[in-house]
């Protein structure tokens, strides 16, 4: 069954440094998302991406970070200068076009900021 | 009143037992239900989607009341493996995921 990827599954860094997380979701489909969850905590939406731009965004998803889809097949979550409360597990999702359809989740990256 | 709320449990169940876990969500222009499991640290996985109808997957049973804004999942002859955090999930209008904090299970041998 195709998954979604996501790399580094542990990704640590000191405070201040830029961080690029990196997903590859399911091949056929077309919309995109980031989620994080801080430990012990909900789940939460940070964007949602379509057609090359940003649908979408929270409230935590201020000017520090920003997505991309350089190619066909990555997609990138990029926090520019990390703080000790971006620390949290970071998910990829996607699904395909059809609206119903559910949202396939990688299996996260753990950012720990220092 | 949060968006999407949950008993976040534990609920510690014997083997073989059935429990039920609710779910009440605020905004009644949500577009689409599901119940996610999540293991401790690990991504949430798709256990089901959720409709008006009600829908069963072998021991899984989900329900949805619109009127109410209430979603159920029942869970029959527990396992050990059903031990999980499960998480009702509502889709808005614009397709993006808005999260309950999870309801903990722990089935006990």
């Known amino acids: 069954e195709p998954e979604v990827t996501q790399t580094p599954s542990h990704q640590v860094t000191q405070m201040g440094q830029e961080v690029i997380l990196r997903c590859v979701p399911i091949?056929?489909?077309?919309?995109f998302y980031w989620y994080r969850q801080i430990l012990g905590q909900k789940v939460e939406f940070l964007v949602s991406?379509?057609?090359?731009?940003?649908?979408?965004k929270s409230e935590i998803f201020d000017d520090q970070f920003s997505v991309e889809r350089p190619d066909g097949s990555n997609f990138t979550l990029k926090i520019r200068s990390t703080k000790l409360e971006d620390s949290a597990m970071y998910f990829c999702?996607?699904?395909?076009?059809?609206?119903?359809?559910?949202?396939?989740f990688g299996d996260g990256t753990r950012l720990s900021i220092l | 009143r949060k968006e999407v709320e949950q008993d976040p449990g534990p609920f510690n169940v014997p083997e073989g037992a059935t429990v039920a876990f609710n779910c009440t969500y605020s905004?009644?222009?949500?577009?689409?239900f599901f119940w996610y499991r999540q293991d401790c640290r690990k991504e949430p996985k798709l256990l089901m989607s959720?409709?008006?109808s009600g829908n069963e997957d072998g021991r899984f049973t989900a329900q949805l009341n619109r009127a109410s804004q209430y979603i159920s999942l029942l869970i029959r002859d527990s396992k050990l493996s059903d031990s999980a955090t499960y998480l009702c999930?509502?889709?808005?209008?614009?397709?993006?995921?808005?999260f309950g904090t999870g309801t903990r299970l722990k089935v006990l041998a």
């Open positions: 999702a996607s699904r395909p076009g059809q609206s119903n359809q559910p949202q396939h």
């Open positions: 091949s056929n489909h077309l919309y």
């Open positions: 991406f379509y057609n090359n731009e940003i649908s979408e």
């Open positions: 905004n009644s222009a949500s577009q689409s």
């Open positions: 959720v409709y008006s």
């Open positions: 999930v509502v889709s808005t209008p614009t397709y993006k995921y808005i």
